[in-house]
């Protein structure tokens, strides 16, 4: 121990999203420590606003920037763009897929979630999520691509197959995602094409429970069901998806034909969370104490998506939200200073700032604690609230005068057809 006092302590943090970069920058202005973050990508993702770049309403790089640009004014912090295979508790040091070695004093665990296909990964082929930015922009490519190959037809039944779309997931994800495929239909297309009318196209948004939003309270699912019915989006409550193909989707014993399918229900935590070897909850996420660290470990925090707290004000798990993680992420920085500084850790306390969902132009729902507010100040909070998290001014100017340019022309600017193959374009 003697030999550390005069060498920083190494912290490593692995996961560049909401809750990495919130702990390294709490932990950045001390210079006893040295950071290292390392994440398999180069940017940091703000996933609330991906379903704008599936509907091209925003371009990839509005809601992305790199790690490195968010981090490089912090001397003390390093980044390593690499994928952690192996966490080593009694050595201390992750291995990448590169066969790099890093050794740390204190790590956090902030990798996230990806989406569940509820024991059917065959389905994700058919049915792409919506957690990166490869899969927004296959979405898109998926989308736009179904109203070309409509024009191409003359049969009315393949014309209507290829302009049916299928959401799966009622929550937050789903709802913003079915609400702008339909305004991208009814409005942003509707005249740009001569053979066919996309104010026809079908939008099925496909729930298991008995409501959408099941989070939020019963008078805004509701709200938020008028709100979609309205846009012309079909809302299909108790319905539980059996079967996804290429054909489309079978529920119960009803079958869509839908060549376009997307995925938004549920999701499944990061992988690395089991080479811990420490216990897990029954989805696979690592039960942590009240001071977030790994139940029997003393030195490795784990927050966000991969971490099942258990609140003690409401007696349930934390959900996976971007509030959490960040708040998770600062405390988990702290608690480490705290270690260093031999002070006694306090427990992680929630605040709880709400929910918030939009369904479409001037629709959104928002709920803080007793308050329910839906409609046009709710879409303002939401528009406010999404701006301001946004990582880097450049970006926030960036989708402020595109969102305005949009909802002042009804345009959308980012409607690029890309191939999956780079092969393709040669």
């Known amino acids: 121990m003697e030999s550390q006092k005069n060498s920083p302590q190494k912290i490593l943090i692995v996961g560049g999203g909401f809750g990495g970069l919130a702990a390294a920058k709490a932990l950045a202005h001390r210079k006893d420590v040295q950071v290292l973050l390392i994440d398999r990508r180069n940017h940091h993702l703000f996933q609330p606003l991906l379903y704008q770049v599936a509907t091209a309403g925003l371009s990839p790089a509005d809601i992305a920037m790199p790690i490195r640009a968010v981090l490089s004014n912090y001397k003390n912090v390093e980044v390593i763009m690499a994928e952690v295979l192996e966490i080593n508790r009694e050595k201390n040091f992750v291995r990448t897929a590169d066969n790099l070695q890093f050794f740390f004093d204190h790590l956090i665990l902030a990798t996230g979630s990806s989406h569940s296909y509820f024991g059917h990964p065959e389905w994700q082929m058919h049915a792409p999520g919506l957690k990166t930015i490869e899969q927004a922009t296959e979405i898109r490519r998926r989308v736009l691509s179904a109203f070309e190959e409509a024009e191409k037809k003359t049969n009315p039944e393949e014309i209507r197959r290829a302009l049916t779309f299928v959401v799966v997931g009622g929550g937050p994800t789903g709802v913003e995602l079915a609400g702008s495929l339909a305004e991208l239909s009814r409005v942003t297309l509707s005249r740009d094409?001569?053979?066919?009318?996309?104010?026809?196209?079908?939008?099925?948004?496909?729930?298991?429970?008995?409501?959408?939003?099941?989070?939020?309270?019963?008078?805004?699912?509701?709200?938020?069901?008028?709100?979609?019915?309205?846009?012309?989006?079909?809302?299909?409550?108790?319905?539980?998806?059996?079967?996804?193909?290429?054909?489309?989707?079978?529920?119960?014993?009803?079958?869509?034909?839908?060549?376009?399918?997307?995925?938004?229900?549920?999701?499944?935590?990061?992988?690395?969370?089991?080479?811990?070897?420490?216990?897990?909850?029954?989805?696979?996420?690592?039960?942590?104490?009240?001071?977030?660290?790994?139940?029997?470990?003393?030195?490795?925090f784990v927050i966000g998506d991969l971490a099942h707290f258990v609140d003690q004000k409401t007696g349930t798990a934390l959900p996976g939200l971007a509030p959490v993680a960040l708040q998770q992420g600062r405390h988990a920085a702290r608690q480490i200073l705290r270690r260093l500084d031999r002070t006694e850790l306090k427990p992680f306390v929630y605040l709880d700032k709400g929910m918030m969902a939009t369904v479409g132009r001037k629709k959104a729902v928002l709920q803080v604690k007793s308050w329910r507010q839906s409609g046009f100040l709710a879409w303002l909070a939401w528009l406010v609230v999404h701006i301001f998290f946004l990582i880097g001014f450049k970006n926030r100017v960036a989708v402020l005068l595109q969102w305005a340019w949009s909802y002042l022309t009804y345009k959308r600017g980012a409607r690029l057809i890309v191939s999956r193959e780079w092969m393709n374009s040669q």
């Not at 709200?223 to 846009?231: K, P, Q, S």
């Not at 299909?236 to 489309?248: D, F």
């Open 193 to 300: 094409f001569r053979r066919i009318d996309p104010t026809r196209a079908r939008i099925i948004l496909i729930e298991a429970g008995a409501r959408i939003l099941s989070m939020f309270d019963e008078s805004l699912s509701r709200r938020a069901t008028r709100d979609l019915e309205n846009l012309g989006v079909q809302v299909w409550t108790s319905s539980r998806v059996a079967e996804v193909s290429a054909e489309g989707v079978k529920v119960g014993q009803d079958f869509i034909a839908a060549p376009s399918v997307f995925w938004a229900a549920g999701v499944t935590p990061s992988p690395l969370g089991r080479l811990l070897q420490t216990p897990l909850d029954a989805s696979g996420r690592v039960r942590v104490d009240e001071n977030l660290r790994a139940l029997q470990t003393e030195n490795i």
